[in-house]
């Protein structure tokens, strides 16, 4: 079975600061984790993605993703935050054992960037 | 939301009627997905389609209905049956498996029904 929380419902920071929007997962075998954002009244766009490889995940718009087995942790980070990264952050993950490819999504993260 | 049209952008309807949602693609992929988006709740799998003529039932598929005869078109009805159709709902797609490939989503279709 797969599960994926995002324990912050909002996540408040200010313009310039360093953000983190937190997810978690649960899976049997191994994980495929996945970012996505969504500006309002519009569709989810794809951010970035953890297969194998690298803990480290570059993505789009200076986005990444640290994946960190351990902790069982999949947390999207950007070093410097702009007020337009404001915006709704999905966490989703699938689980590479059980022969479903359907991801699992989290309930969102609304990300506030203050000037 | 590129590649992926939903139409139209708002719905509007009398309780106890039919209503379809369309989706259409552009970027030639096999699989393709209804969701549906509800405040505080994520995203919801409605039903799913890895190829043309065939699809499944999602988590949530009660008082829906889909058709998958073309690759390009995966267009998805909201009956009567469905308790409370008010939502946003999302079609994406994606190349299909094994490769764990991300979803592209098209814009949404805001339903309304009273």
């Known amino acids: 079975a797969q599960s994926v929380a995002q324990p912050e419902d909002q996540v408040n920071v200010a313009e310039g600061n360093p953000l983190t929007v937190k997810c978690t997962y649960s899976?049997?075998?191994?994980?495929?984790l996945f970012w996505y954002v969504q500006y309002p009244n519009r569709g989810l766009q794809f951010l970035l993605k953890?297969?194998?490889?690298?803990?480290l995940v570059k993505g789009s718009y200076g986005f990444e993703a640290e994946f960190n087995k351990s902790q069982t942790s999949f947390h999207l980070k950007k070093p410097s935050a702009l007020v337009s990264d404001s915006a709704l952050y999905f966490c989703?993950?699938?689980?590479?054992?059980?022969?479903?490819?359907?991801?699992?999504f989290g309930r969102g993260t609304s990300l506030i960037v203050h000037p | 939301d590129g590649g992926i049209t939903q139409s139209p952008k708002y719905l509007f309807r009398k309780e106890g009627q039919n209503v379809t949602l369309s989706c259409e693609q552009n970027?030639?992929?096999?699989?393709m997905y209804w969701y549906r988006q509800d405040p505080g709740q994520g995203l919801r799998l409605i039903y799913y389609?890895?190829?043309?003529?065939?699809?499944q039932k999602g988590d949530i598929a009660e008082g829906y209905s889909v058709s998958r005869e073309k690759k390009e078109s995966f267009p998805l009805t909201v009956t009567s049956a469905q308790k409370n159709p008010t939502a946003f709902y999302l079609c994406?797609?994606?190349?299909?498996?094994?490769?764990?490939?991300?979803?592209?989503f098209g814009p949404g279709t805001r339903l309304t029904v009273t």
């Open positions: 994406a797609s994606s190349d299909r498996d094994p490769v764990p490939y991300e979803q592209y």
């Open positions: 953890y297969i194998t490889g690298d803990n």
């Open positions: 389609s890895q190829i043309v003529n065939d699809f």
């Open positions: 899976v049997s075998g191994n994980p495929y």
């Open positions: 989703a993950v699938r689980d590479d054992e059980g022969g479903s490819y359907i991801p699992t």
């Open positions: 970027l030639n992929h096999d699989a």
